[in-house]
């Protein structure tokens, strides 16, 4: 039996016109309840600060550390994806980074825009799946038509 009961998203950043949303319809975390794309949004910036401090830096300052990412989401309008893009690609060309404010050159930066680009255009087209398509198979799905039977002109000019 479907409850209406309604609950309230918990995360901070919270884009909805309303925080308030059916208990069906949430996504449960402990005891909190969020919007599924919020909840999505908190994974991604927890995943960002994570990776920040396995590979550039082992005691940041947190709070800066994640005012800067809420920032680049939340006020300048890159999408987390992004920019935990950018950190993978400072790691995998050996970028020196000594503090999270370098964060923002790094999601300006012209070339991890293209990059970045060029990832997402790999990632679509490794989606399109090739369709073989048998000639011969699809002859025989007409009604009345057998390849076996008919020989080409040869059977007209007779």
Known sequence: MPSNKTVICRYQHCQHETRE???DEAVRDGRSYYHKDCFATREAMQKIVEFYVENFDKDPIFAQLKKICNELVFKK????EYVLFTLQYAKKKSYNLHSPIGMYYLAKDYKIRE???QHKLEAATSKI???EFDIQNSYEKVEGYNVSKNEGFGRVIK
Not at 77 to 80: A, H, I, L, T, V
């Open 21 to 23: 949303l059916l208990r």
């Open 77 to 80: 309008g890159y999408s987390p």
């Open 115 to 117: 990059a970045w680009e």
């Open 129 to 131: 799946v090739d369709y």
